[in-house]
Structure formats: structure tokens, C-alpha cells
């Protein structure tokens, strides 16, 4: 199992989790699998071309997956993916 970290933001799409457990090897597929159960997140997560929407920064454990593999990096058992909105002001 992955764990998914949800913000809190989110959390009124998850049913106020603020974690949820998937069965996946990549990152994709552990957003995917996300998204199975709460779909209401896809709208939020994922762009029309079903990348992660440019204000979401999505890492596992400590590295942001732009700087890996993007959807296709891999997760092992135990990791966790964080989802990240990006926050701005002045």
C-alpha cells in the first residue's frame, strides 16, 4: 500500500480524509486509483489532458515527481505521495 496525503483543501472531496491508502507502482496509477474512490478529486488533481494541474505539486516522500518521472515515477510500499497546492500572494 501507498499512502496519499490529501491538503486540506481537498479534504471535503475525500470525505474529510486526510490520507488515503492505494494499491500502485507508480504515481499515476496511485492517482488513479485515487481518483477510483473519490472522483471527485480528478477535477481538481488533473488537467484536461490528465496531467497534474500546474498548481499541484505532487512529491513522493521528499521529491517532486517533475524531477523524476513525472506520473510514470515509481512508488514502493510504505512511500507516500503528498499533493501539494501551490500557494501565491504578495
Known amino acids: ?3 496519499v496525503r490529501i491538503p486540506s483543501a481537498m479534504r471535503a472531496l ?4 486526510g490520507t488515503v491508502e492505494v494499491e500502485a507502482a ?14 471527485a478529486v480528478a477535477g481538481r488533481l488533473f488537467d484536461d489532458q490528465g496531467r497534474p494541474r500546474r498548481f499541484i505539486n ?3 516522500d521528499e521529491e517532486d515527481i517533475r524531477f523524476a518521472s513525472g506520473l510514470d515515477t515509481a512508488v514502493a510500499e510504505g512511500q507516500t505521495i503528498s499533493l501539494l497546492p501551490a500557494v501565491s500572494g504578495g
Open 58 to 60: 505532487v512529491f513522493v
Open 1 to 3: 500500500m501507498v499512502t
Open 14 to 17: 475525500t470525505g474529510g480524509a
Open 26 to 39: 507508480t504515481v499515476g496509477g496511485a492517482l488513479g486509483a485515487l481518483t477510483e474512490v473519490h472522483p
